[in-house]
C-alpha cells in the first residue's frame, strides 16, 4: 500500500511551523517548486539536455536536481565528468537478475550493446506526471517511471515505480530547512520477478554539488557517528552529506523511515566522490516479487552550516516516530 498525497501532507503538517505558500510550476520537462522568490528544488521529468562534451547516451529524467538549501545553494550534483549518469537524488538497481538478462539501471549509458553503436543496456524511464499541487504549507506530485531493460535487443518491461513527493520550506527549531518527502512504490511489471543479488550499492542514490569532487572538499556523517570511511559498508537510520558551496557550509541529510525493508538501511559511502547509497542489497540476495510491492520512505533535508547530530536526530524522531 501507498502512502497517500493526504498521508504525506498531515505528516509534514503534524509537527511543523509553516512557512509561506509552496508553489509547484511546470516549464518545460521540469516541474519547479519555489516559495516567495526561492526555488526549492526542481523534478526532472523527461530526459533533459547534457553538458558540453557528455555523450547523448547519458541524457536522464526520473530525478530530483538540483536540491537547494535555503541560503540558495545547490547541494545536488548531476552528470559529473566521473560518473555522468550519476543524476542528483534517483532510485535505480545496479546488480539484477531479470528473465536470464541482467540488467543494470544504475550505471545508465555506461553500457554498450552492439557493434560500434553506444547503446542504452536499460534505463529508468519517466511515464507520467499524475498529478501535481501547490498549497500553503506544502506542495507536490505523484509521477510514474517504468524500469526498462534493453540488454537482449528488445524493450522489455520489468518494474512499474510510482513516485510520491512533498516539499515544504520549514524553521525546525530556529534552523531554516527545505524539506522533501519521497515515496517510492516499485511493482513488478509482468509476471516475471526481479532478483537483486547481494551487492555493495544500489537503491536511493544521492550526488552531491560538484564543488566538493575534492576528496578533502566533502564530509559524511552517519547517525552511529561515523564518517564517510567508517560508514561505508555500515548501517544507519540517517545519513549527511555537506561541504562548502560559495563560501558557505551547507549539505542535506536522508532520513530513512523505520519501516523500509532492512532498517536500519545499509550504506555505500562513496570513498572517491561526493556520491552516498542507501543499499539494502549490502545485506543479500532478495527479490521483488510479481503481486508483492516494494515500499521505501525518505525524507530529504537540505540545510545551511554544520551538522548538528542532535538537531538531525530530532529530525528523525519527527519523521521516524
Known amino acids: 500500500m501507498t502512502l497517500s498525497r493526504l498521508s504525506l501532507t498531515f505528516l509534514l503538517l503534524s509537527t511543523r511551523l ?12 521540469v516541474l519547479r517548486f519555489s516559495t516567495e522568490g526561492r526555488i526549492l528544488c526542481d523534478y526532472q521529468m523527461e530526459a533533459g539536455e547534457v553538458p558540453e562534451g557528455v555523450d547523448a ?16 545553494r ?17 532510485m535505480a538497481w ?33 511515464v507520467e506526471l499524475t498529478k501535481a499541487w501547490s498549497g500553503p504549507e506544502v506542495a507536490g506530485f505523484t509521477s510514474r517511471h517504468r524500469f ?11 518494474l512499474d515505480e510510482t513516485w510520491e513527493v ?22 513488478c511489471a509482468g509476471e516475471k520477478a526481479l532478483s537483486l543479488p547481494k551487492y555493495h550499492y544500489g537503491g536511493l542514490g544521492v550526488r552531491g554539488n560538484l564543488a566538493w569532487n575534492a576528496l578533502d572538499a566533502v564530509t559524511m556523517l552517519t547517525s552511529e557517528g561515523h564518517d564517510r570511511v567508517a560508514g561505508d559498508a555500515t548501517t544507519a537510520k540517517w545519513v549527511h552529506m555537506g561541504g562548502v558551496v560559495d563560501g558557505v557550509k551547507t549539505g542535506l541529510v536522508v532520513l530513512i523511515h523505520p519501516g523500509n525493508f532492512r532498517f536500519p538501511q545499509p550504506l555505500r559511502l562513496n570513498p572517491k566522490n561526493p556520491q552516498l547509497c542507501v543499499a539494502p542489497s549490502q545485506g543479500g540476495d ?6 508483492k510491492p516494494y515500499l521505501s520512505r525518505y525524507r530529504l533535508i537540505a540545510f ?11 529530525r528523525w524522531r519527527e519523521y521516524g516516530e
Do not use: C
Open 286 to 291: 532478495w527479490v521483488i516479487e510479481p503481486g
Open 166 to 187: 512533498a516539499v515544504s520550506s520549514e524553521n525546525l527549531d530556529g534552523i531554516p530547512a527545505n524539506l522533501i518527502d519521497l515515496v517510492s512504490t516499485q511493482v
Open 57 to 72: 547516451i547519458f541524457r536522464h529524467g526520473a530525478h530530483l536536481h538540483p536540491i537547494y538549501s535555503p541560503s540558495g
Open 94 to 126: 545496479t546488480k539484477t537478475e531479470f528473465d536470464g538478462a541482467h540488467p543494470d539501471f544504475w550505471n545508465m549509458g555506461k553500457a554498450t550493446v552492439g557493434e560500434g553503436k553506444k547503446q542504452l543496456s536499460a534505463e529508468v524511464r519517466f
Open 148 to 158: 526498462l531493460d534493453h540488454s537482449t535487443g528488445e524493450e522489455r518491461a520489468v
Open 18 to 29: 509553516h512557512a509561506g505558500e509552496i508553489v509547484a510550476e511546470k516549464e518545460g520537462d
Open 74 to 90: 545547490i547541494v545536488t550534483g548531476n552528470h559529473p565528468d566521473d560518473h555522468p549518469w550519476h543524476r542528483g537524488v534517483w
Open 304 to 314: 545551511d552550516g554544520a551538522p548538528d547530530t542532535a538537531w538531525i536526530e530530532a
